[in-house]
C-alpha cells in the first residue's frame, strides 16, 4: 500500500457550519471551500428550508464566508437555485464545485435534479463576484444514467477535468470527463480500484476529489467518500428525491424529515484515500474519517462525505464535508492534514 500525505487527519473542534436560519434550518450539507476575491475562504453549501423560493423547490446553493476558514458568517440570498420551466434542473441543485475561468470569472458546477424519473445531470453556472450567479444554458455532463457530486480539478489553460459519481449495476462508480473551453466535456476512461469493495464501501462513490502529482510526490491522490448499505432485511423508507409519487415532498420540512429518514435508517458513509501513477488505475490507501456509529457521540458519527479540500498557506490541507450525526442532524465540519 502506497501511503500519502493525506492519510492521516486530524478534526477540527466544532461545526463550521448548521442550519440556523429560514434558509438552511431544515437539511444543510455538500460544502465547497474555495478563496474569494479579498482572499477570505468562501463556502459555498447546500439547503433548504422554508424559505425556499417555490413550492416544489428541493434544495438550492447558498455561501458562507471566513477569514480563518474555521468561523464562518452566513451571506444573505441564494447563489444557485432550481429552474422550475427547465424539468432537469427543476427541483434541486447541489454539491458545487467552483473554479476560476481564464477570464477572471468563476464557474460553478452542479448536480442538477427535476422529478424522480429524470436523471440527474451536470450543470454550471458563470459569476463576477461569486455573489451573484447567472445559470448557463444547457447541460455541461451527462451519461444514459444518473450522475452527480462533481469536483472539477483545473489543468490550466483554460483545461479542467470534472469527476463525477455515476449509476452502476455493483454501485457507484467514478466516472471523469476533459474540458478545453470549461462548457464542452468529453468522457474519458472512467477510473478504476484494484481492490475489491468491502462491506463498508457496498454502495460506491458518492464523490471524488483528485490532487495532481508534484515535485515531492509523483503519484495522484484521489480522497473520496463512500455508502455503506443498510444491514440485510432493514425496510428504507423511500427518499423524497427518488420517490415519483411525491410531487415535490410537499414543504422543505416534510422534505428534510423525509430524506433524513431514509439517511439514518441504517446506511453510513466513510472518507477515503487512494493513490494513483497513471490517474485511471487506483490502490486504496486508508479510511481518513470514521465515525464512532449509530448511538454514538460525534457531528459525523453516521455520516461523512462530499468532501472540498484547499490548501492553506502553511502547505497542509484542510477538509469540509457533510456530516450526520446518530440524531439525524446534518452539518459541515473540517479536518487538517497532520503533515
Not at 474569494?36 to 439547503?47: I, K, V
Not at 427543476?90 to 424522480?116: H, I, K, N, Q
Not at 464523490?207 to 428504507?236: F, H, R
Amino acid at each position: 500500500m502506497v501511503v500519502s500525505r493525506f492519510d492521516s487527519w486530524t478534526r477540527d473542534l466544532g461545526i463550521r457550519l448548521r442550519g440556523s436560519r429560514p434558509l438552511d434550518r431544515d437539511k444543510l450539507q455538500a460544502p465547497c471551500i474555495t478563496r474569494d476575491p479579498c482572499g477570505r475562504y468562501r463556502l459555498f453549501y447546500t439547503a433548504v428550508g422554508p424559505a425556499k423560493p417555490f413550492s416544489k423547490c428541493q434544495g438550492y446553493i447558498l455561501s458562507a464566508v471566513s477569514e480563518d476558514g474555521l468561523d464562518f458568517h452566513k451571506e444573505e440570498g441564494i447563489r444557485i437555485a432550481p429552474q422550475p420551466e427547465l424539468r432537469h434542473i427543476s427541483r434541486r441543485v447541489l454539491v458545487p464545485s467552483v473554479t476560476r475561468c481564464a477570464d477572471g470569472r468563476w464557474r460553478m458546477y452542479f448536480e442538477a435534479r427535476g422529478p424522480a424519473e429524470e436523471p440527474t445531470v451536470i450543470c454550471s453556472a458563470i459569476s463576477e463576484d461569486m455573489l451573484n450567479w447567472h445559470y448557463e444554458e444547457g447541460i455541461r455532463f451527462q451519461t444514459f444514467g444518473s450522475l452527480g457530486g462533481p469536483r472539477f480539478l483545473p489543468l490550466g489553460d483554460g483545461c479542467g477535468r470534472l469527476y463525477c459519481w455515476t449509476k452502476k449495476e455493483t454501485g457507484n462508480a467514478v466516472v471523469r470527463a476533459i474540458t478545453s473551453d470549461g462548457l464542452n466535456f468529453q468522457i474519458e476512461p472512467s477510473c478504476r480500484f484494484a481492490q475489491e469493495r468491502t462491506e463498508f464501501d457496498s454502495l460506491g462513490v458518492t464523490a471524488a476529489e483528485v490532487i495532481l502529482p508534484t515535485e515531492s510526490d509523483d503519484n495522484y491522490t484521489m480522497v473520496y467518500s463512500e455508502w455503506q448499505n443498510v444491514p440485510p432485511g432493514t425496510k428504507v423508507p423511500v427518499h423524497p428525491c427518488n420517490d415519483t409519487d411525491a410531487d415535490g415532498a410537499g414543504s422543505s420540512e416534510n422534505f428534510a424529515a423525509a430524506s433524513i429518514a431514509s439517511d439514518i435508517a441504517g446506511y453510513r458513509s466513510r472518507i477515503y484515500t487512494a493513490t494513483s501513477r497513471d490517474g485511471l488505475l487506483w490502490n486504496r490507501g486508508t479510511c481518513i474519517i470514521d465515525g464512532a456509529g449509530y448511538g454514538r457521540e460525534g457531528v459525523d458519527a453516521v455520516h461523512a462525505e462530499d468532501m472540498s479540500l484547499i490548501r492553506l498557506d502553511d502547505g497542509r490541507y484542510r477538509m469540509y464535508y457533510a456530516a450526520c450525526d446518530t440524531d439525524g442532524n446534518w452539518c459541515v465540519a473540517s479536518a487538517v492534514t497532520t503533515t
